[in-house]
């Protein structure tokens, strides 16, 4: 299989380095096909901004999105950001490694997305008329295609538990597993997390680099967060969750099915993804 690793660390010889390089190695062993976005080595434009688009005019105002679909549409996208895209149909799984910085990903990593993301390309994909909003939210240009985080974090586990302080971590990447990787359509895995990073010795190591290779080993076979898809006959058609549905739960664990709940609709036809290469 095809897996992409988008890795954002500026220090290869770091924690997120070494977990990098282990799953290059170990998924290499296993047949799979790696490609790897190291984003600092690679001087990654992080910033969104008119540079983006050839030619445009610095005194004319900027309206990004817009420019996006022209861009994407018209097929003069930037080179580094069209690479990228490719990657992304090249894939049939992918990795973000990343340290948690401010409790989200560090900015090269968003500027990765935002860049990459594009008008057409994920977002603003499909019909929209009525009450149909598109394809997103478990449809979409990466429909088909698998998803993991592996983080790393300062925090202790307990911290970040459903009582802990910091909030819990399932709450903290819902933004990214919801709204950036599901948005496109990917299916989303639990994350591999590594708690307490800044304290960890080499003794530590062999559990960690065991946990993790075990859950490279599932990328393809373990369940997916179970989000319901926009699309599925969950939502109403103004994109609220239908009342009956997700009793019990609240916040954004609205959005995950609950045991008993009615089947969603099928996929539509999945979109065939690129052959591999
Ligand atoms: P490193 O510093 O490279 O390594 C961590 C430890 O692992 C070191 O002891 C190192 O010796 C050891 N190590 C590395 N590789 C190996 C190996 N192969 N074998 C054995 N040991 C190894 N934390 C939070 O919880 N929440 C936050 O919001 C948050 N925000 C942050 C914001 C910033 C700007 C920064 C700098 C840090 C923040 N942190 C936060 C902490 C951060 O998440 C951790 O510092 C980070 O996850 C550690 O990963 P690293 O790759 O940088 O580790």
């Known amino acids: 299989m095809n897996i992409l690793i988008v890795y954002a660390h500026p220090e290869p010889r770091s924690l997120n380095g070494s977990l990098k390089d282990l799953a290059v190695r170990h998924l290499t062993a296993q047949g799979h096909r790696v490609q790897v976005s190291d984003l600092?080595?690679?001087?990654?434009k992080a910033v969104a901004?008119?540079?983006?688009?050839?030619?445009?005019?610095?005194?004319?105002?900027?309206?990004?999105a817009r420019a996006s679909k022209t861009a994407f549409s018209s097929d003069t996208q930037r080179a580094d950001i069209a690479v990228e895209q490719e990657k992304l149909r090249w894939a049939q799984a992918l990795v973000f490694q990343f340290p948690?910085?401010?409790?989200?990903?560090?900015?090269i990593l968003k500027g990765w997305v935002e860049r990459v993301f594009a008008y057409g390309f994920a977002y603003g994909v499909g019909v929209h008329e009525g009450e149909r909003w598109g394809d997103r939210y478990g449809e979409g240009?990466?429909?088909?295609?698998?998803?993991?985080?592996?983080?790393?974090?300062?925090?202790?586990?307990?911290?970040?538990?459903e009582r802990g302080v910091n909030g819990a971590l399932d709450d903290l990447l819902f933004p990214i597993h919801h709204g950036v990787l599901f948005y496109p359509g990917m299916e989303v895995l639990p994350p591999f997390a590594v708690f307490h990073s800044d304290r960890l010795d080499a003794e530590q190591w062999p559990a960690i680099a065991a946990a993790f290779t075990a859950r490279l080993d599932g990328l393809f076979?373990?369940?997916?967060?179970?989000?319901?898809?926009?699309?599925?006959?969950?939502?109403?058609?103004?994109?609220?969750?239908?009342?009956?549905?997700?009793?019990?739960?609240?916040?954004?664990?609205?959005?995950?099915?609950?045991?008993?709940?009615?089947?969603?609709?099928?996929?539509?036809?999945?979109?065939?993804?690129?052959?591999?290469?």
């Open 221 to 277: 076979t373990d369940a997916p967060i179970p989000f319901r898809r926009q699309n599925g006959g969950h939502y109403d058609g103004q994109q609220m969750l239908k009342a009956g549905l997700g009793q019990g739960a609240a916040g954004t664990r609205l959005h995950l099915l609950q045991p008993g709940e009615p089947e969603q609709h099928p996929l539509p036809d999945v979109a065939p993804m690129t052959a591999s290469r």
């Open 40 to 44: 600092y080595a690679m001087d990654w």
């Open 141 to 161: 240009t990466l429909t088909g295609r698998r998803a993991m985080l592996s983080v790393t974090m300062g925090g202790r586990a307990p911290h970040y538990s």
């Open 49 to 64: 901004d008119g540079d983006d688009f050839q030619g445009h005019d610095s005194r004319e105002r900027l309206f990004y």
């Open 100 to 107: 948690l910085w401010w409790f989200s990903m560090p900015a």
